[in-house]
Each structure stands twice: as structure tokens, then as C-alpha cells.
């Protein structure tokens, strides 16, 4: 590398410090001293910023060895004559006006390199730019055009530029404002030989408030359309990702939501608990309106997916046709219908946990195929050929019996046994009645809040009516029967009265006086037997066992019995 040229600058006042800004950042050179005797000189402070040596002398100034060049930026005859006089030999003196054209040169030449550097941006852009670019000059003479240009028209670049405007195109944009010294918009012509139709826009070029020419920029038409129907197709992705967003959600219930302590019941609770932090596929059977669903809810809000998608699919309620695609997802144009691309539920899910609810309603195709999906974890959409690898957990839930359903031919065996990996048995209301007041309590203080009702509670004749109701429909019939109650009451108290039309059979119950506050023993006895003969039934056999559980003979209860009727 060459060595560099050290310099010294002697003045160190305005001239000085902008001929020191300009040769600092040249790379051959180095400012290896500075000197001025005022010690608040302009550049002084700069010079010492950036490490340069100052003298305040100039005897000590030129004691300096090896400064190949001096500047004299002092501007004073007798400092000049005094520096050529005491210089070494070696030194070169340019005084301030010789370093100052100097300046204007480098500057000059800084400018230039700058220019040269925006004009191969410009270049670069206008290269790559979709739309077609045309200069010509205020005699239109055509200057420049860009690649595009020669795509649209299919007229090269070579051909067309030298030409002029005004004979190749007089009518175009471009000639309108080199006549007019105007802008002129969405101008709609035919060009070229492949006569292409375009939208343009052409506008002057004004230098230094002088018109020295004219750019057109056009577009074809076609390219508009395309990107209109590329826009719409985008549109139609976000309102299709936007229906599939609203469709995921997270569980919206936890362990804290379900109500029962009955020790059949607590003992699922206590299973779910467990198993739920496992990734294992869960089988969750029990009766209709027992809870299966809102244990599945529970059991993904407690697992590590709890943020996670929760994607429920009722196997039960779509079509057979469809269901396959609902599963899977389908590629645009698999079926008539099937107009864009669909994701699954199943790629829905990924990451978080599946519920597939009846699962007993799965056709025997769907279910080979999801017999795969449980073992690979891996699926095609319907008429598509990618693999794809998803990670879900499976929740089912059935209230048939699967096992049943698998002998018969109706319910794959081995699926049932991949699903069953851990059964989770939920009771049906009636082999847990004793829950039954806890989740009373809870319906009136929610429906207390829907309808805007203070009820306290219910009279023991109301909760005896529920307590020995079958309830087939389970906790949801329970529900529904205790908001429809809600409806109908004024007072603060719900009546058996109020579940008189809204039970099954309740009438052998209504019939019995219910025993509310002090009552003759007679009375209560009554009750007694009357209450023993509902729950063991009117047979010899459930008499037998009345009697029993009455702690009194056969013989007597027939007595009582006819005392009675
Ligand atoms: N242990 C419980 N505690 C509180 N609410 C419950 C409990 N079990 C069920 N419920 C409520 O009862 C209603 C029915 O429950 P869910 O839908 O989970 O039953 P399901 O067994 O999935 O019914 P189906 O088989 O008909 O789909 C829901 O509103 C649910 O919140």
C-alpha cells in the first residue's frame, strides 16, 4: 500500500478547519499536526477530538520531521514567508488559495461520484420496475427506456431509443406533455406492434424550474387485471382464514366448573385430573347430558396444550358425504363444490387437542382411515397428495356401547381399542343423585344472574320431587328443567308446583303429602312407607324389601299398606 501524505495545516480559523474536514477523510492522507496560537481557534477543538498533535508555535510546528506537505491556512504574508523559510527541505508549501482550489476539486469530484452513484440506483430501479418507462427530451428525442418497456411493447431498447416522439407516438402521453408542459393521467392507448393496451401517465421533468423533458410510465391492461384478480383471490383467503380463526378456540371450562362429590363421580373427576397432563387418547362414555363434553373441556385446559387450539367436530351432526373433508381438508377442485383449498380440523387442532363427540356415528370408511391417523399422525387432504404430519391429541366421547357396536360390524375393533386407551366413565345423574342439591345451588345462582331473579332455593317437597325423579336426560335435563322453574317463579322460593308439567312422571310423587315443618307421626310414618314402596317398587319382591329397610314385617306393611288406601 502507498505510503500516505502527511500533511500539516498552519491557521486553523474558518479556511483552515474546512480544508481539514475535506482531508481528513481522504484516504491517502494524514493530518499529522495542526497549529494555530489562538487557543479557541475554530478547529482546534476537532483536531483534538480526533487525536491530531497541536502546536501552538510555529517554531515548534515546523520541528516537526517528516510533514511531506504544509498548508498555510493562516492567510498572512510574514507566517508564510517565515514557514518557507525554516521548512525542511522535503516540505511543501501550498498557501490557502492553492489548497482552497484544491478543495473545490475534491468537492467537485465528490459530487460526481455521488451523482454517478443515484443515477446507477435510478437505473437499477427503473430496470426492475413491472411497469413500462419512456424519457424523451424537450425535442423529443426518446432517451431512455426501461426493460419493461420492451416486455409490453415488445419493441427493443436499441430500436426505439434516438427516435422521437413526436413521429413514433404524436397522440401518446408522453408527446401530450412535452406539448403541454402538463401531467397527463390514466391515458388510455394501444401500443407497440403487439398492440398491447395500456393505462399511462405522463408528467414533465423539470430541472432548476426548466422543462428539459418528459417521463411516461404505463401498465398494461391485462397486468391490472391480473392484479385485481390477485387482490380478490387475497381477499378471499383472509375472510376464509378469518371463518377458520372463529372456528378455533381454546376450552372454555375447567376442573373448577364441574360440580359433584358423589364418590362414583369424584373417583372420574380424580381420573380425569390425572390423565389429563398425559398426551394419552382419552375414551370418554356416559349417557347423554352427563358431562362427557365439558370433562373433554376440562381435561384440555389442564393438560400442557391448554393454549392450544380445541377443535370439537360432532360426528353425529355432519353429512357422511362431508365428513371426510371436515376431517382432513380438502384441495381446490377434489369435488364439485370444492372451491378452494380447506384445512381440517384435524390441521386445525395441531398442536392442541381434538374432540370428537359420537364418535359411534363415524362411518366404517372414516374410521380406517382415522385408525391411520391415530397410529401415523400423518394424512392427505381429500384429492391432494402431500403427506401431512400434525400433532393432536385425541379426546372421544360416545354414549354407545362401542364394544357392542364393534361386534356387531358396526364400529372397528382395533379403533375402539387405539381410542380406549383410557376410559373415562361418567354416571348417569340418577346413580348420583346426592350431587343433586350442589348442582341446584349453582343453576339458581347462574340463572339468578341471567334473569335477574333473587330465589334463595327450593322447599323440601321440590327437592324431594327432584331427588326421586330418574332423570334420563341427566344433568342436562337437571338444567333445563331448574331454568324453566326459574321462568315461571315469582317468589324467592321454588315449589315442587313448578316441576309439576316440566319432569316425566312426577305424579306418583305429587300425590304423596311431602312433609314440610312439624307433622303427627302417623303422617310421617305414612310418608315413610310411601316413600320405601316408590324406591323398591310395588312387586312382592320390592315389598320384600321395603319392609326391610322399614325394619318391620311383611305382614305389617301389607296392614299399613290397606290402612292407607
Ligand atoms: N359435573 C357437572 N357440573 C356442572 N355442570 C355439568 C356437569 N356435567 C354436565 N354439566 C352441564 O350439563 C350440560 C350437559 O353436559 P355435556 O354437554 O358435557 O354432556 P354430554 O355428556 O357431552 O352430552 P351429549 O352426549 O348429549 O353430548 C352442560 O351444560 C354442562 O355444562
Redesign the pocket.
Known amino acids: 500500500m502507498a505510503r500516505k501524505v502527511k500533511v500539516g495545516i498552519v491557521g486553523m480559523g474558518q479556511g483552515g478547519t474546512s480544508i481539514y474536514k475535506t482531508l481528513r477523510s481522504i484516504e491517502h492522507i494524514e493530518i499529522a499536526v495542526v497549529c494555530d496560537c489562538r487557543e479557541n481557534a475554530q478547529g482546534l477543538k476537532l483536531a483534538r477530538q480526533d487525536g491530531v498533535q497541536i502546536c501552538q508555535s510555529l517554531q515548534e510546528f515546523l520541528n516537526i520531521p517528516e510533514i511531506d506537505v504544509i498548508i498555510e491556512a493562516a492567510g498572512v504574508n510574514s507566517v508564510q514567508e517565515f514557514i518557507v523559510q525554516h521548512k525542511h527541505k522535503h516540505s511543501t508549501v501550498i498557501e490557502a488559495l492553492g489548497a482552497n482550489l484544491m478543495m473545490s476539486i475534491i468537492e467537485e469530484k465528490e459530487k460526481l461520484a455521488e451523482i454517478k452513484r443515484v443515477k446507477g440506483e435510478l437505473v437499477a430501479i427503473l430496470n426492475s420496475v413491472q411497469e413500462a418507462i419512456e424519457v424523451a427530451g424537450i425535442d423529443g428525442r426518446i432517451n431512455y427506456v426501461n426493460p419493461s418497456f420492451s416486455r409490453v411493447t415488445s419493441i427493443p431498447a436499441a430500436q426505439r431509443i434516438g427516435q422521437n416522439i413526436f413521429e413514433v407516438s404524436p397522440n401518446g402521453a408522453l408527446a401530450r406533455s412535452l406539448r403541454t408542459h402538463e401531467a397527463v393521467f390514466a391515458h388510455r392507448a394501444v401500443v407497440g406492434g403487439a398492440e398491447v393496451e395500456v393505462v399511462a401517465n405522463a408528467s414533465p421533468i423539470v430541472v432548476d424550474g426548466k422543462m428539459e423533458g418528459a417521463v411516461v410510465v404505463f401498465q398494461p391492461l391485462t397486468d391490472i387485471y391480473k392484479l385485481m384478480e390477485q387482490l380478490q383471490a387475497s381477499n378471499r383467503v383472509i375472510s376464509d382464514l378469518q371463518t377458520r380463526i372463529n372456528q378455533i378456540s381454546t376450552s372454555s371450562?375447567t376442573f373448577d366448573?364441574?360440580?359433584?362429590s358423589h364418590p362414583g363421580?369424584e373417583s372420574a373427576i380424580e381420573l380425569a385430573r390425572k390423565v389429563a397432563k398425559s398426551n394419552s387418547t382419552i375414551l370418554i362414555t356416559?349417557e347423554?347430558?352427563?358431562?362427557?363434553?365439558?370433562?373433554a373441556h376440562a381435561i384440555h385446559g389442564a393438560s400442557l396444550r391448554f393454549d392450544k387450539p380445541f377443535i370439537k367436530v360432532n360426528c353425529a351432526a355432519i353429512p357422511e358425504t362431508l365428513l371426510e373433508s371436515e376431517f382432513f381438508g380438502h384441495e381446490k377442485g377434489a369435488f364439485t363444490g370444492a372451491v378452494k383449498t380447506k384445512l381440517g380440523k384435524m390441521e386445525l387442532a395441531n398442536g392442541g387437542t381434538i374432540f370428537l363427540?359420537?364418535i359411534g356415528d363415524m362411518n366404517l370408511h372414516l374410521q380406517a382411515k382415522f385408525l391411520r391417523v391415530l397410529q401415523e399422525m400423518e394424512f392427505e387432504r381429500v384429492g391432494g397428495s402431500d403427506t401431512i404430519k400434525v400433532d393432536v391429541r385425541i379426546i372421544a366421547?360416545t354414549?354407545r356401547n362401542l364394544l357392542e357396536m364393534a361386534k356387531q360390524g358396526y364400529f372397528r375393533e382395533d379403533l375402539y381399542y387405539r381410542l380406549n386407551v383410557v376410559e373415562l366413565r361418567?354416571p348417569p345423574l340418577r346413580d348420583h343423585k346426592g350431587d343433586i342439591p350442589a348442582?341446584v345451588q349453582?343453576l339458581i345462582a347462574k340463572f339468578n344472574r341471567k334473569f335477574g331473579k333473587r330465589v334463595k332455593g327450593l322447599t323440601n317437597r321440590g327437592e324431594e320431587v327432584l331427588m326421586q325423579y330418574d332423570w334420563p336426560g341427566n344433568?342436562?335435563e337437571l338444567?333445563n328443567v331448574v331454568e324453566r322453574a326459574m321462568v315461571t317463579v315469582d317468589e324467592e322460593i321454588i315449589t315442587h308446583k313448578q316441576f309439576n308439567s316440566l319432569i316425566e312422571s312426577p305424579s306418583s310423587i305429587s300425590q304423596e303429602p311431602a312433609i314440610e315443618g312439624i307433622v303427627p307421626i302417623e303422617t310421617m310414618e305414612k310418608h315413610l312407607i310411601h316413600r320405601a314402596i316408590e324406591h323398591y317398587g310395588r312387586s312382592v319382591e320390592g315389598k320384600k324389601l321395603a319392609a326391610k329397610a322399614l325394619k318391620i314385617s311383611l305382614a305389617t306393611l301389607y296392614n299399613k299398606l290397606k290402612i292407607m288406601s
Open positions: 371450562y366448573d364441574i360440580i359433584g363421580f356416559g347423554s347430558g352427563t358431562g362427557k363434553e365439558l370433562f363427540d359420537e366421547a354414549n361418567l348442582y349453582s344433568i342436562r338444567q
